[in-house]
């Protein structure tokens, strides 16, 4: 069992930055992918990055402006995001799962809101 707890959201200007935070229980978090996700108004939740013990991936609009990382020391999970948009604006999700070969996250924390004026 995994419990996450998000932080770091707010309210920021177009350009800015901010660095959202996961923090996960459990004695094996080094082990699960790690993933961010977010949820616009209106909108499907969707994928924004993910990260494993030697690699990760972002969604294509956040690449070269987001860096997901991890510190195994101290079980959490972060998203650095820099040169915000307004359509970056979503409750953003973290979220773990067992394996890379399993699509279903099974853990999810209960969202930080990020709203990015223009």
């Known amino acids: 069992q995994v419990q996450l707890v998000e932080s770091g959201g707010g309210l920021v200007q177009a350009g800015g930055s901010l660095r959202l935070s996961c923090a996960a229980s459990?004695?094996?978090?080094?082990?699960?992918?790690m993933g961010w996700f977010r949820q616009a108004p209106g909108k499907e939740r969707e994928f924004v990055a993910s990260?494993?013990?030697?690699?990760?991936y972002y969604e294509d609009s956040v690449k070269g402006r987001f860096t997901i990382s991890r510190d195994n020391a101290k079980n959490t999970l972060y998203l650095q995001m820099n040169s915000l948009k307004p359509e970056d604006t979503a409750v953003y999700y973290c979220?773990?799962?067992?394996?890379?070969?399993?699509?279903?996250?099974?853990?999810w924390g209960q969202g930080t809101q990020v709203t990015v004026s223009s």
């Open positions: 979220a773990a799962k067992g394996s890379r070969v399993v699509t279903t996250y099974d853990y």
């Open positions: 459990g004695r094996r978090f080094s082990s699960y992918v």
């Open positions: 990260i494993w013990s030697d690699g990760t």
